[in-house]
């Protein structure tokens, strides 16, 4: 065993601990859990800090239990919500359960023996609880005093808080009691929101079973310019490439303030406290190679992914910056095609009007798909002073015939000078 919480201090990953969580940590092998929402079919990068909590636990030694919210789900967590949800459906929930196991399984060895990681789903022992049982054996060890007094509660009083969410501290509470009773779980991990709900739990343990349990939660991550952490303009950052091509997920970190990168690479790789800090020190000497931004990107696309995925990545980055070949935009799946040039114009052109263009001056200022040139004469002056390119061949002669060959079947992409990129869909 390895000190774990020394390991989440120095990745500064502690934000309350409880007294004597070290000391039983360093005593024992320990089980300890996390819960995750099953609200969407993929987790998102904002999840990953808690994912990289259980994998620091369970190479610390210590057993790690994800708990999927098959129930707490259909309940609705109010911590750091401003208004009520919409509650899902149990088919819904049933099948982000499936997506969000398999996810975790890219992180966790499940096959490690003593301390091996499990999923656990808190609807398969609420299922059969009865409201009456659960109000007598949970609610009455649990004071309305003390649930008011906390943060999540207190917040929301004002614009108004249904039962339903105003109950969610005792289910939580009690997944952690049933998990100490079945599982021997003596730690309970989350973000920093999750504070109250959390010793709710020990508290539950206490009163109800005279036991002793313990807590530790992570800080909120928070970008050094005050914008969120993991949303960018079209919303989260997953961790399904149906959702966040690895393309654009490889972009997010390499897009990181070097303030951010130094913070990130902390907690969201394995890399060690003399590996990053190494990495800082020349990172210092020469900023603009940015090696931090590179060095994060390619760890975590890679472990969310894959190395294939990263090199594919990679590729896609150095198109836009001039740095490709033919060979290389020939090589890349349509996802990221599609994704690396998100936002360019697009137009569609029949294979039969392409199969009876004359030359590549007609195809690129043909009034069918003019957004490119808006006349002969321009698309040929540019072609003449080298200045086209198509599928990142360029074009040296106006007469040249339209022999390219498409990419994934059904894609050719103009360049226009340095910057502007044209898609053109052939349909």
Request: some cysteine; proline content about 2%.
């Amino acid at each position: 065993m390895t000190d774990f919480v020394a390991e989440l201090r120095w990745r500064g990953m502690i934000h309350d601990i409880m007294p004597g969580t070290e000391e039983q940590l360093n005593k024992e092998m320990t089980a300890g859990y996390i819960g995750f929402d099953p609200t969407a079919d993929s987790l998102h990068i904002g999840n990953l800090v808690q994912i990289m909590t259980l994998v620091h636990f369970q190479k610390a030694g210590h057993k790690p239990f994800a708990l999927v919210g098959g129930a707490t789900g259909m309940v609705g967590d109010p911590s750091g919500k401003s208004a009520e949800r919409n509650l899902l459906s149990e088919e819904t929930l049933n099948h982000n359960l499936a997506c969000v196991k398999k996810q975790l399984e890219k992180f966790l060895d499940f096959n490690s023996g003593d301390n091996s990681a499990e999923v656990v789903n808190n609807y398969d022992w609420f299922k059969d609880f009865k409201f009456l049982d659960f109000i007598r054996d949970v609610g009455k060890h649990i004071t309305i005093n003390y649930m008011m007094a906390k943060d999540s509660v207190k917040n929301r009083l004002e614009s108004g808080m249904s039962f339903t969410e105003f109950s969610y501290q005792l289910v939580q509470g009690y997944d952690y009691y049933w998990l100490y009773k079945n599982k021997n779980c003596r730690l309970q991990l989350g973000g920093s929101d999750q504070w109250g709900n959390i010793v709710t739990g020990t508290e539950l343990i206490r009163r109800k079973d005279q036991g002793e349990a313990f807590a530790i939660t992570t800080p909120l991550i928070k970008k050094a310019d005050g914008t969120k952490f993991g949303k960018t303009e079209e919303g989260n950052v997953w961790l399904d490439r149906e959702r966040t091509s690895p393309y654009k997920f490889y972009q997010y970190w390499l897009n990181a303030s070097d303030e951010d990168a130094s913070n990130f690479i902390r907690i969201f790789t394995l890399l060690s406290k003399e590996e990053i800090e190494a990495l800082e020190k020349e990172h210092a000497e020469a900023p603009h190679e940015r090696k931090l931004q590179h060095a994060l990107a390619k760890d975590i696309t890679i472990r969310v992914h894959s190395e294939a995925d990263f090199d594919m990545a990679v590729k896609a980055s150095q198109i836009l910056f001039g740095k490709s070949t033919t060979e290389d935009l020939a090589s890349l799946d349509e996802q990221t095609l599609l994704s690396v040039f998100e936002g360019v114009p697009q137009t569609e052109i029949s294979k039969d009007t392409l199969g009876t263009t004359s030359d590549i001056t007609e195809l690129l200022s043909d009034a069918s798909n003019g957004i490119i040139f808006s006349s002969k004469g321009e698309a040929r002056k540019m072609i003449q002073g080298g200045g086209v390119s198509i599928n990142k061949t360029k074009v040296s002669d106006p007469k040249q015939a339209v022999d390219f060959e498409l990419l994934q079947g059904k894609y050719l992409l103009a360049q226009k000078g340095k910057k502007n990129y044209y898609l053109i869909h052939v349909v």
